[in-house]
């Protein structure tokens, strides 16, 4: 049997025991609870950290989407027109993706801006055929007036009508080329010197021009590359008459080239900026595309027309040398390939066009010319010339062929223009030579007088003839 205090010790042990173990629970519950409380509070400071870096990028992406609307996207649209605009970047990384929008907005601004143009071509395009068509009829009613009456007076009034007609149709001719219309008229082979002067003709100071002409007679144009270069060379006088002083002339010289022959217009005007110069060399080279929004308020066509017929008929002008008169030099290039012959005998150039300072090839000497070319032909040093002389038809490399020119490459344009050396005249043949005399040329006021006359005397005739036996006498 067990005694009453055994069992109380007993008792007492195994309550002392279950104390502790209830102890040591409860201690390892809070300190578990303090450890879920520290976790908790580490959490909580993340997670307002998270929070205030979230809304400090938040800020900042709103604030790159407002300096995205209000400033790069406004700068991106106007660098479309004017590249010299330039963009500002982002504020910071935020703005590192909005890039591409600035992409697919230059690129929708500049689709939107080619439908427009191309919409305002037409229409303007379709507009300027409609004029054209007028003002070609008005030339018909003008040059029929210009046959039917002969009064002085009247004719006078009558071709001053025609050429103020004449200038319309260009200003109307320029704007369909700009707008990609054809250039209006289809003619034959011309002489280039009546090509210059056809567009010498459509201008206001025509009179201030003055053409040297250095090609041998016959150089021509084929048909396509007529009235092109008649537009071009008349845009670049009208520059170059608008922008000199008025007592002042406008020299156009034509010389040969290896590659073709030059058209060089020099004025003595106030001349351009080098960048003014680099803006219209790059207008005149038609590489790229012209713009109607891009040519000013009002529109400055000529340029542009230009470029638009360099492209299209392989021209070259040439904007980027100052001329020797302090103005401008403009150089328009024709290749060989858009250059023809034909026979100035049989069809020689206008009346009014600049005389060629050379001689034809094969041209048969003047009466009065026969003398001096003879003595020439006596003199010692040309019998060397012909013994070195190859026989007819027998090309030599090096020496242009009997039909050439001094001076002018050969029909095929491979070999450069050479320099003959004259043959000195010595003694009495020297003294003997004369002059051959020169012809002045017309003005276009005494050429449409010379005109009026001869079609007065030819309608007069006429009628003298239709009358003649009727009526009384």
């Known amino acids: 049997m067990i005694e009453i205090p055994e069992l109380a010790v007993g008792g007492l042990a195994a309550g002392t025991l279950s104390a502790f173990v209830l ?12 450890g879920h409380r520290a976790e908790i ?8 950290a998270s929070r205030g870096e979230l809304d400090r990028a938040g800020a900042a992406f709103a604030a790159e989407i407002e300096h995205l609307a209000r400033t790069r996207l406004p700068a991106e649209a106007t660098r479309s027109a004017h590249p010299h605009v330039r963009v500002p970047g982002p504020l910071g990384p935020a703005g590192a993706g909005t890039d591409a929008v600035l992409d697919a907005l230059r ?29 070609y009829r008005l030339q018909d009613v003008l040059r029929g007036l210009q046959q039917r009456y002969d009064d002085p007076e009247l004719a006078q009034t009558l071709y001053a009508l025609d050429h103020e007609n004449e200038q319309s149709l260009r200003r ?8 990609g219309a054809w250039v209006g008229l289809a003619r034959e082979e011309s002489h280039l010197v009546d090509a210059v002067t056809g567009g010498q003709a459509r201008l206001v100071g025509y009179h201030r021009v003055q053409v040297l002409h250095h090609l041998e007679p016959g150089t021509a144009l084929v048909s396509h590359a007529v009235e092109p270069v008649a537009i071009i060379v008349a845009e670049l006088l009208d520059n170059a008459l608008r922008h000199s002083s008025p007592d002042t002339s406008v020299v156009v010289g034509l010389e040969r ?19 003014e110069r680099e803006r219209a060399q790059r207008m005149v080279a038609g590489r ?14 000529g340029l542009a027309a230009i470029g638009q017929l360099t492209r299209q008929f392989d021209l070259s002008v040439d904007l980027s040398s100052p001329s020797p008169y302090g103005g401008v030099r403009a150089v328009l290039l024709i290749k060989n390939h858009l250059l023809c012959t034909v026979d100035p005998a049989l069809r020689p150039h206008s009346a009014g066009a600049a005389p060629s300072t050379r001689q034809a090839a094969g041209h048969e000497p003047r009466p009065d010319r026969a003398q001096p070319d003879e003595e020439v032909r ?4 040309a019998p060397a010339r012909q013994a070195a002389a190859p026989p007819p ?36 043949q020297a003294g003997r030579s004369v002059p051959a005399p020169r012809i002045p040329a017309r003005s276009p006021e005494e050429s449409a007088a010379a005109l009026g006359a001869l079609q007065s005397a030819t309608n007069a005739a006429r009628q003298a003839a239709a009358t003649e036996g009727n009526d009384p006498r």
């Open 393 to 428: 038809g027998v090309p030599s490399a090096g020496v242009p062929s009997a039909g050439a020119a001094p001076g002018v490459p050969s029909a095929d344009g491979d070999l450069l223009p050479q320099r003959r050396r004259r043959v000195p005249v010595q003694g009495a």
């Open 288 to 301: 790229d595309p012209i713009m109607l929004s891009e040519l000013g308020d009002p529109p400055r066509m």
């Open 23 to 34: 102890g040591g629970g409860l201690l390892r519950a809070r300190r578990e609870r303090a």
């Open 378 to 381: 006596q003199h010692p040093a």
């Open 107 to 135: 690129e929708a601004v500049v689709a939107e801006r080619k439908r427009v143009d191309a919409a305002a071509r037409a229409g303007m395009r379709g507009t300027t055929r409609e004029i054209q068509a007028a003002l």
């Open 41 to 48: 509070r580490s959490l909580r400071s993340e997670l307002d």
């Open 257 to 275: 080239a290896h590659h073709g022959v030059t058209v060089t217009v020099d004025d003595a005007g106030v001349g351009m900026a080098p960048d």
């Open 172 to 179: 109307a001719q320029v704007a369909a080329v700009v707008c």
